[in-house]
C-alpha cells in the first residue's frame, strides 16, 4: 500500500494505491485526475481513444463490480484488441483500469 | 526487508502438444502476459502445429487414452466417439468462460501483438509450408533462431 497525490485544476487529493497501482478507493477518482494518472503509465497526451476505453472501463465496474478484461474489452468498448494495444502499450485492461481509479480486472482471458 | 522480485518482461511460451488440452494453456497464458504489458512470442513444435494448421486447428481433441486426468478407464476412453464427446464438452465449458474457439484466440493473440512462430524442423518433417498455416504465422524459424529471439525472457514449455 502506499499514498500519492494527485494534483489537479481543482487542487490536490490524496490517493491510497495497491502495491501494484491501482486506486483503494474508486469513490475518490474523478474525470480531471486523468492526466496526471495517464501521464503517470507514460500515456500523455489523453486521446479520444484512451477516454474511450478509460469511461467504459469506469462504467462496467461501477455497474458490475469488475472492469472487463482485454478481450470483452475489445467486444464491447467500441475500440478493437489491435486498437487497444496501440493505445495501451503495457496492457490496455491494466493500465486503463489504473487510470480509471478501479481496481485491477479479473479473469484469465 | 522484503525486496521485491524483478517483473517478468518477457516470455517465450512453446507449444508442443496438439491436443485440445495441450493446446489451450499454452494459449491463455501467451493472451495473459500480453495484458500484463509483457513482451511474447508463441512457438508452434512438434504436434503442436496443428494448432496453427488451417485444415487442422478446427479439429483439434481431447485426448480420453492416456489421460488419467480424465478420471475413466482406458478401455471405455478408447471407444468410438469418447474423445469427440469430451472435446465437445470441453469446447461448451470454454464457450461459457468466454475462452474463445482456437482460430479466433490465435487471431486475437496475433492482436495483442505477440509473436507467432513455427518450428523448422518439424515443418521439415511434416512436409508443411508457410501456406498450410493461418495468416498471422510470423514465420518458420529454427531452434537457433528461436534462443536468440528469447533472449532475457523466461521460456514456458507445453
Known amino acids: ?109 | 526487508m522484503t525486496v521485491t522480485p524483478a517483473p517478468i518482461e518477457k516470455v517465450s511460451i512453446i507449444i508442443s502438444k496438439g491436443s485440445l488440452e495441450g493446446v489451450y494453456p499454452g494459449l491463455i497464458m501467451a493472451n495473459g502476459a500480453r495484458a500484463e504489458g509483457m513482451e511474447c512470442n508463441l512457438f508452434f513444435t512438434f504436434f503442436g502445429l496443428d494448432a496453427i494448421h488451417q485444415k487442422r486447428m478446427e479439429h483439434l481433441k481431447v485426448a480420453t487414452v492416456g489421460n488419467p486426468g480424465m478420471h475413466i478407464p482406458t478401455l471405455i476412453g478408447g471407444l468410438p466417439g469418447m474423445s469427440a464427446l469430451a472435446t465437445h464438452m470441453m469446447n461448451k465449458k470454454m464457450e461459457e468462460l468466454d475462452i474463445p474457439p482456437v482460430g479466433e484466440f490465435l487471431e486475437m493473440i496475433a492482436d495483442t501483438g505477440a509473436g507467432i512462430y513455427a518450428c523448422k524442423a518439424t515443418v521439415d518433417m511434416f512436409h508443411l509450408e508457410k501456406n498450410d498455416f493461418i495468416p498471422q504465422l510470423n514465420d518458420i524459424i529454427t531452434v537457433g533462431d528461436f534462443y536468440e529471439m528469447a533472449a532475457g525472457g523466461q521460456i514456458i514449455f507445453t
Not at chain 1, 494527485?6 to 497501482?21: F, H, K, Q
Not at chain 1, 503495457?90 to 485491477?104: E, F, L, N, S, V
Open chain 1, 1 to 109: 500500500m502506499a499514498t500519492t497525490t494527485v494534483t489537479t485544476p481543482a487542487g490536490a487529493t490524496s490517493v491510497e494505491l495497491t502495491d501494484d497501482g491501482f486506486f483503494v478507493d474508486p469513490s475518490i477518482w474523478t474525470e480531471e485526475m486523468v492526466p496526471e494518472l495517464a501521464a503517470r503509465e507514460g500515456i500523455d497526451p489523453v486521446t479520444d481513444g484512451h477516454w474511450q476505453v478509460i469511461r467504459f472501463m469506469r462504467k462496467e465496474y461501477l455497474e458490475k463490480g469488475t472492469g472487463p478484461s482485454v478481450r470483452a474489452l475489445g467486444k464491447t468498448s467500441g475500440v478493437n484488441v489491435k486498437e487497444l494495444y496501440q493505445l495501451f502499450p503495457k496492457g490496455p485492461a491494466k493500465i486503463a483500469a489504473r487510470i480509471a481509479g478501479i481496481p485491477k480486472p479479473k479473469g484469465c482471458v
